[in-house]
């Protein structure tokens, strides 16, 4: 069983460019959760979606970032415009269905470098 | 609101030192405590968690109580090996509430020398 997957890895790109982050989740998850990692910081939960539903996008900016999770295919962070401030780790995670005890998946993550 | 407050960093031990990087934290309800580790270049690794009050988590000799009373998480490890170099990151989970927003502490840098 696969886990999370996520691509690229590593992603470059200028000041004013897009940036696009992708996350198959594990085989079975129907849920998928984006977290970024500043320089030096903990982990920040972003946004929640499932299936074409964005559950929780309480923690993403207001500007420039949008995520989707279509019916078919990978999830997508998209991140407009980018500038340096977001340069940073970008963590997709999956579960199941949320029950007891709330065990959630990471993937090894998109390092975003903006220059 | 929920929230971990671990032990700042950087830690650096000699190997077959024993590592202790303390955990606390606020939530309401009964949260689920998680450490995961996040070794160089790579992502986040779940490296073990306790669902209840008295709970004991272990892994890769990694061990954690969940300590209700003193709202702790402590991680310890009895002999460090180079190999445990890593970031570790103290999580909780508030099932009450099913939430899914792990709320994270900043991590603890350990580096093991030989």
């Known amino acids: 069983n696969a886990g999370v997957m996520q691509n690229p890895r590593h992603l470059v790109r200028r000041r004013g460019q897009e940036a696009r982050l992708r996350c198959s989740p594990m085989k079975g998850h129907s849920h998928v959760y984006w977290y970024r990692q500043l320089p030096e910081e903990g982990l920040k939960f972003m946004v929640y979606?499932?299936?074409?539903?964005?559950?929780?996008e309480s923690g993403m900016p207001k500007e420039r970032f949008s995520a989707e999770f279509p019916k078919e295919g990978p999830s997508i962070l998209r991140i407009q415009q980018v500038v340096r401030g977001d340069s940073a780790a970008y963590f997709c995670?999956?579960?199941?269905?949320?029950?007891?005890?709330?065990?959630?998946?990471f993937g090894e993550g998109s390092w975003l470098t903006v220059v | 609101g929920n929230s971990v407050t671990q032990m700042e960093g950087p830690v650096t031990l000699s190997e077959e030192a024993f590592l202790t990087i303390n955990c606390t934290y606020t939530?309401?309800?009964?949260?689920?405590l998680f450490w995961y580790v996040q070794y160089p270049g790579e992502g986040l690794q779940l490296l073990l968690k306790a669902t209840k009050a008295d709970d004991k988590g272990s892994n890769k000799g990694f061990e954690a109580t969940y300590r209700k009373e003193t709202t702790s998480f402590h991680l310890e490890k009895g002999s460090v090996q180079v190999s445990d170099s890593a970031v570790y990151f103290c999580?909780?989970?508030?099932?009450?509430?099913?939430?899914?927003?792990?709320?994270f502490g900043a991590g603890t840098t350990v580096t093991v020398r030989a």
């Open positions: 999580a909780l989970s508030a099932i009450s509430s099913n939430d899914y927003k792990l709320s």
């Open positions: 939530a309401t309800g009964y949260p689920s």
């Open positions: 995670a999956s579960s199941p269905p949320l029950s007891s005890g709330n065990t959630i998946y």
């Open positions: 979606l499932q299936k074409e539903n964005i559950i929780d």
